[in-house]
């Protein structure tokens, strides 16, 4: 079982990335799919997370700068993270929920800074 996440990098604030998460050898269906994140010193935090009949959940801070769309047939989320500001600089984490159990997959990092 692999979540593999990319996408990461460095962008000027304004600027744009667009994360992709793809996850292979999970044998049940995926119920959910989500992006955390963790900047240095905080702990890790929900930003959106899609549901597998398309509704979405995105925390305060970045609604309307990020959408997160998913496409169920290649089992692969997408966070397009747009306006991004300092404060979105972080390792990024996507997640798989079954109703068995909630695969993670390694961190990306983006970093917002001019």
């Known amino acids: 079982v692999q979540l593999q996440a990319s996408g990461g990098g460095s962008v000027q604030p304004g600027g744009s990335r667009r994360l992709s998460c793809a996850a292979s050898g999970i044998r049940r269906n995926i119920n959910r799919m989500g992006w955390y994140r963790q900047a240095p010193g905080k702990q890790r935090e929900s930003v959106a997370y899609i549901a597998s009949d398309g509704s979405t959940n995105y925390r305060d801070s970045v609604k309307g700068r990020f959408t997160i769309s998913r496409d169920s047939a290649k089992n692969t989320a997408y966070l397009q993270m747009n306006n991004l500001k300092p404060e979105d600089t972080a390792v990024y984490y996507c997640?798989?929920?079954?109703?068995?159990?909630?695969?993670w997959g390694q961190g990306t990092l983006v970093t917002v800074s001019s």
């Open positions: 997640n798989a929920i079954t109703t068995a159990r909630t695969y």
